[in-house]
C-alpha cells in the first residue's frame, strides 16, 4: 500500500481551492471585452427554471425529453425539455460533491461525506457508503450505477438494490484531481480516465479490455505534472476524444483502444467533437478547433480571452460555449466567428451547454436553468 505524505494530501485537498482563488484574485488578465454582433442566426430563450445554488462541478444531465439537474445543497431535480414542466423533485438529504448522473428513471449522486444516492423518479432508493471522494458524476446505464473516484477507483453497483457488483483499483499518483472527470458509455465498454490514461472496462465484471495514453504529464513538480483526463469528453462513431488536465487534448480510438492523436495544449476544460472537428479552449480562453483525424489546428480565435469559457457543445453548424459572465456564445464550427449571444442571469455558465432534441440548456451558478431553441 503506497503511503501519501500529509503535506501531499493537504495539496491535493487545497487543489480545487487554489483554482478559485486564482479566478478570485485581483491580478485576474481583464476579460477581453464583447464585440457588436449582428445576429447571423436566430435563436430564443423558450423557458426558464430555478434550483438551488449549483457548484462547478455540478453538471446538468440531458436525457431525450428532460434536464437533470442537482443543487448543492442535495436537492434533484427534473425538468420537460419542451416546456420546463417539473417532473419530479427530490434531495440526497444533504450536500453534494459530484453531479447527477440518470437514465431517464434512476437518477444518482454522491454526497459529500462519500455516500452514493440513487434516486427513483425524485424518491430515495438506495445509499451506499464510498472508501474515496467523488466529483465525477456517476453514470447510469444498463441497470447499473458507476462511480469514479478522485484516487482513479472504478466501481459498480447494481441500480436497483445498491449491491456492489465490482471495483477495479488502479495504483495511481500521489497527487489527484479536484475536477470531474470522464465516465462514458462506448458501446458495450464502460470508459474512464484514469490519470493521463482512457481506460475501457467491461461492465458486466470490471476487467481492463484496453487503455491508451491522452496525455503526457510535463513539468518538474507533482502539481505541474497533473495530468487526469477532464470532463466533459466527446464521442464521434469509434472516435472518443477528452483534455488531459492542462497537458494535452486528444483523440482514441475505441474500437482498436489506441491512441489516434495528442497534441500538447493547456487547458482545464473538457472538449467537445463532431465528424470533422475537435472543440475547446485552453487556459487563457483562446477557442481551438482541431481536425478530428490528426490533430491539425483548423482556427484558433481570440475573441473570448478570460471570459471564464465553459467547456463547449457542438449543434448543427455552431460550436457553443458559455461564460463568467452568463453569456452564451454561438460561434460558427467552420470558422470560429460570432453567430449568436444570449444572455441568461448574469451568473457564471460552468458547465457545458447540454442538448435534449431541439432544446438547447444551460444552468448558471446561482441555480438559474435556462432553455433555448435555435432557429
Known sequence: MTL?????RLLAALLGALTLVACSSSTKPKPAPLEDIKPQIAGRQVWS??????????????TAEA?????????????????GRELWRGDAGERLSAGVGSDGRHSAVVTITNELVVLDAGKPLWKARLATRV??????????????????????????DGRKLWVQQRAGDPLTLLQPGVLMAW????????????AGFDPLRGTLRWEAVVASPRGGNELERLADLVGPASRV??????????????????????????????????????????????????????????????????????RGLSAPLVTGRTVVFGDDAGYLHFLDRETGGSLLRLPTDGGAIQAAPVRAGTTLLVVTRGGGVFAFRPE
Open 187 to 198: 458501446k458495450d465498454t464502460l470508459v474512464a480516465g484514469q490519470g493521463a490514461r482512457m
Open 135 to 160: 466529483v465525477t458524476p456517476p453514470l447510469v446505464a444498463g441497470e447499473r450505477v458507476f462511480v469514479l473516484g478522485i484516487d482513479r477507483s472504478v466501481q459498480a453497483f447494481d441500480a436497483l
Open 4 to 8: 501519501i505524505s500529509p503535506a501531499v
Open 49 to 62: 427554471q430555478r434550483v438551488g445554488e449549483l457548484g462547478a462541478s455540478l453538471r446538468p444531465l440531458a
Open 237 to 306: 462513431g469509434d472516435t472518443l476524444c477528452a483534455r488531459g488536465f492542462q497537458a494535452a487534448v486528444g483523440c482514441v480510438n475505441a474500437s482498436r483502444g489506441t491512441a489516434i492523436w495528442s497534441k500538447p495544449v493547456g487547458g482545464l476544460a473538457g472538449v467537445a467533437a463532431d465528424e470533422q472537428y475537435v472543440f475547446g479552449a485552453d487556459a487563457n480562453d483562446r477557442v481551438q478547433a482541431w481536425k478530428i483525424g490528426n490533430g491539425e489546428l483548423a482556427w484558433s480565435s481570440e475573441r473570448f480571452l478570460h
Open 67 to 83: 434536464l437533470v439537474v442537482a443543487a448543492t445543497n442535495g436537492q434533484v431535480a427534473a425538468f420537460a425539455a419542451d416546456n
